[in-house]
């Protein structure tokens, strides 16, 4: 085959595979005027500005690398514009030159057109993004490879059935649990962190589960109001009742919680079976919440044990259950904790009277399934189930320290109502980078919630043995 030939048919070859998309369209996309190697001779690469037309051949050049425009020439002082290929007359030289650069337009326009067009949507795309002063996702393919890889990650350490203390006392676990869990496998992980200390039993969710529909029957549906023996004064079995009022409330912009929505069934039948197994807890608002996100990442069974394992904590034993001391305790450490990071904030709060119980209690309730979007939800609860109550703390302060300025401009009501609905286009990388910067480690702040709690408990003796000391 003539070498001409050979140089066609191997950028035919090209141009098939850009059409097939076989990835051969990398090896096309050389720089403008750059020179390589085709069929042995050294050619210089066209512009990949090509010109759609017909293919007659005696449609007139338009400008480009190959066929620059006419020349201008000065005639008589007055500049004369040469007449183009078409109209005027070519010497045979002259035609085998055109028919030359024809046939190499011809082998070239497939490959060519697949480039231009490639190159011109990526240069409308950028335009696009720097008119919109929009940042185009170019770390999308790095990030998902870097979730995949996390992904196998997480299935390689959770196949080794680590207990609860190994995982929570490994830093490689911190780091994972950091840069966030992949949703694909994030119940395992978090029914993997939170353990089962108090060794529920598929049987013993199943016992509980019937008598919670049985008293629900009896509370609800019947709508009668069943008086409670002497010796179950104690139980708060009948808050039953708030269940049905706060299922269509968890989450309400999702709609899966609804009476027709497919997790409605399975959210109810957690919470009347906790109501059931700890008769002295019962329900109390926000549980809805908490056993809802539960149920978006696990089965229901799974999501039942993470609950009563989770509710079993101190700082959610002693909410749900309402002690109020060691409400009272948790509320001044995050007072002495909010003055020491944010002195000018915390000014600014005590000036307008705005008040941490304000909006703390729901903030620490439902670990902010409810104030903040989901996704960035889940990342808060990756981290408090591995750190624990320290986290919901320093998470606290850094969405404060996060609007800091804005808050600094507001008053009590604009204050509030960002703290209890903050700007849903929160960025999490941004609210991340804050809580990072509130250093605080679950040492210290144990030691801080043991000394106020000590000093919670003197109180409470000097109040009861006040009147006493008096009388005496």
């Known amino acids: 085959m003539p070498e001409g030939d050979t140089h066609v048919a191997k950028l035919d070859i090209k141009s098939q595979d850009v059409i ?28 990949t500005r090509i010109q759609l037309s017909s293919s007659d051949p005696t449609d007139k050049f338009r ?3 190959l066929h620059p425009p006419p020349e201008t020439k000065s005639i008589g002082g007055t500049p004369q514009q040469e007449q183009s290929p078409s109209t005027t007359s070519i010497t045979p030289s002259a035609r085998g030159h055109k028919h030359s650069i024809l046939r190499e337009k011809r082998s070239w326009s497939v490959s060519n057109l697949a480039i231009a067009v490639s190159k011109s949507v990526s240069s409308m795309t950028k335009k696009f993004f720097r008119d919109s002063s929009a940042e185009p996702d170019i770390k999308a393919d790095e990030q998902e490879a870097e979730e995949v890889a996390r992904k196998n990650e997480w299935t390689k350490l959770l196949s080794k059935n680590y207990s609860h203390a190994k995982l929570v006392g490994w830093r490689h676990v911190n780091r994972l649990c950091w840069k966030g869990i992949p949703s694909s496998i994030r119940g395992k992980a978090w029914k993997a962190i939170i353990g089962d200390e108090l060794k529920i039993t598929p049987e013993l969710f199943g016992i509980n589960l019937k008598r919670g529909q049985k008293l629900w029957e009896e509370q609800v549906t019947s709508k009668k109001v069943m008086p409670l023996d002497r010796e179950d004064e104690m ?34 039948q957690i919470l009347q079976a906790y109501v059931c197994y700890r008769p002295d807890v019962g329900y109390v608002q926000g549980m809805s919440y908490l056993a809802a996100i539960l149920l978006l990442n696990m089965p229901t069974y799974d999501s039942f044990l993470c609950l009563a394992n989770l509710l079993n904590k101190d700082i959610y034993f002693a909410f749900f259950r309402m002690d109020v001391d060691k409400m009272k305790t948790h509320l001044r450490v995050y007072q002495a904790l909010f ?22 209690y729901e903030w620490l ?27 919901l703390f320093r998470t606290a302060l850094g969405m404060l320290r996060l609007f800091e300025s804005k808050f600094l401009k507001m008053g009590f009501e604009g204050c509030l109502s960002m703290l209890n609905r903050p700007p849903e286009d929160i960025r999490g990388g941004d609210l991340f980078d804050n809580i990072y910067r509130i250093q605080l480690t679950s040492k210290r702040f144990d030691k801080m919630v043991a000394k106020f709690m000590e000093e919670e408990k003197r109180n409470t003796n000097k109040k009861i043995n006040g009147p006493l000391n008096g009388l005496a």
């Open 20 to 47: 097939e998309g076989n990835g051969a369209a990398e090896s096309t996309d050389f720089p403008a005027g750059e020179t390589r190697t085709v069929g042995g001779d050294q050619k210089v690469e066209e512009d």
């Open 63 to 65: 400008p480009s690398p």
């Open 235 to 268: 139980s708060r079995e009948d808050s039953m009742r708030i269940i049905q009022a706060d299922i269509p409330r968890t989450f309400p912009q999702l709609k899966f919680f609804h009476p027709e929505g497919p997790m409605h069934e399975p959210l109810l």
């Open 339 to 360: 003055k020491e990071k944010l002195p000018v904030l915390y000014k600014h709060f005590e000036t307008v009277e705005l008040k941490p119980g304000m909006y703390l």
């Open 365 to 391: 309730l439902t670990i902010y399934s409810r104030s903040l979007p989901i996704d960035l939800a889940h990342r808060i609860w990756d981290n408090f189930l591995y750190h624990g109550q320290v986290f």
